[in-house]
């Protein structure tokens, strides 16, 4: 009885593997990164995230110029400061290049949120383009291009998912 159990499961294991094999596997790839920056949303994306960008770098550079000027005045002024002056100043000049810093790398992670909550939604739906057109032709595995060694090119994509993402408005 044991027997036959262990060959039955060995002709059910075979009789897979071997369905497996005759179905062909279709593998495609798409440039995800291209195809997010090129549909009209990707784009609209991009220029908030850029005026977000610049609006946050204006003001650290501005900070940044407020403590260069402090730094000039207080070497101007070095020579006529008493010695506790000079350093309650040079202290608070370091205190404002750390707070510049620690602004500078809130920002940096800011933008990286910002960056995420506007570029999930458009990643989503790309997803569900790129499913629904693996589907339709049949491909059992797509893989984002940045891990793509070599391809033919007939199994790019990527202009496919840009056209039908923006479509789909």
């Known amino acids: 009885m044991k027997n036959r159990f262990v060959i039955g499961l060995f002709l059910?294991?075979?009789s897979a593997a071997l369905a497996a094999a005759e179905s062909p596997t279709r593998v495609a790839f798409v440039n995800m990164q291209k195809a997010i920056q090129t549909v009209g949303?990707?784009?609209k994306a991009?220029?908030?995230?850029?005026?977000?960008a610049e609006d946050?770098?204006?003001k650290l550079q501005a900070e940044g110029k407020k403590i260069q000027d402090a730094?000039?005045?207080?070497?101007?002024?070095?020579?006529v400061m008493d010695e506790k002056s000079r350093r309650a100043?040079?202290?608070e000049i370091q205190q404002q290049v750390m707070k510049l810093r620690e602004s500078e790398a809130r920002s940096s992670q800011e933008f990286q949120k910002r960056d995420q909550e506007i570029?999930?939604?458009i990643l989503r739906k790309m997803r569900n383009v790129v499913s629904q057109i693996s589907k339709e032709k049949g491909y059992t595995l797509v893989i984002d291009e940045s891990n793509v060694i070599y391809a033919l090119d007939q199994?790019?994509?990527?202009?496919?998912v840009i056209k039908r993402y923006d479509a789909k408005k």
């Open 41 to 43: 949303e990707g784009k």
């Open 119 to 121: 570029s999930e939604p």
């Open 46 to 52: 991009q220029d908030t995230l850029r005026k977000e």
């Open 56 to 58: 946050r770098q204006k």
């Open 71 to 79: 730094m000039e005045n207080l070497r101007k002024q070095a020579m």
């Open 155 to 160: 199994d790019d994509i990527t202009d496919e």
């Open 89 to 91: 100043k040079e202290e």
């Open 12 to 14: 059910l294991s075979t």
